[in-house]
């Protein structure tokens, strides 16, 4: 699991946090939870949302306890608890969604 995910976690927690440190940190607690969890996870769960929403909510969490404001949770929200893009047209909104975000995270 570790190998079909990690870098694709690290990447949305760097576009998100636009630091290497905290997305290293933020990635690693992601595997902490996973290992924690996997026993209770049911065999028909999917985890690549599930690894993307506990990475979302731990920069929630972590920007909750800075003190800043989420102004784009809910563009955050849309763009990543969709599925993997699975045609051309998909992958154009998705592009287009996390361009939008890195403007309004800038």
């Known amino acids: ?7 694709r976690i690290y990447a949305f927690l760097y576009r998100l946090l636009l630091r290497r440190d905290l997305a290293e940190d933020l990635s690693q607690e992601v595997w902490v939870r996973f290992a924690t969890a996997a026993y209770g996870l049911r065999r028909g769960d999917r985890l690549g949302p599930w690894l993307f929403r506990v990475a979302r909510n731990l920069v929630h969490s972590r920007g909750r306890r800075a003190g800043v404001a989420a102004s784009a949770t809910p563009l955050i929200t849309e763009l990543y608890e969709q599925r993997a893009p699975a045609t051309p047209l998909d992958r154009v ?3 287009h969604l996390r361009e939008a975000l890195e ?4």
């Not at 403007?103 to 800038?106: D, E, G, I, T």
């Open 103 to 106: 403007r309004a995270l800038a």
């Open 93 to 95: 909104v998705s592009n």
């Open 1 to 7: 699991m570790y190998e079909r995910w990690h870098r």
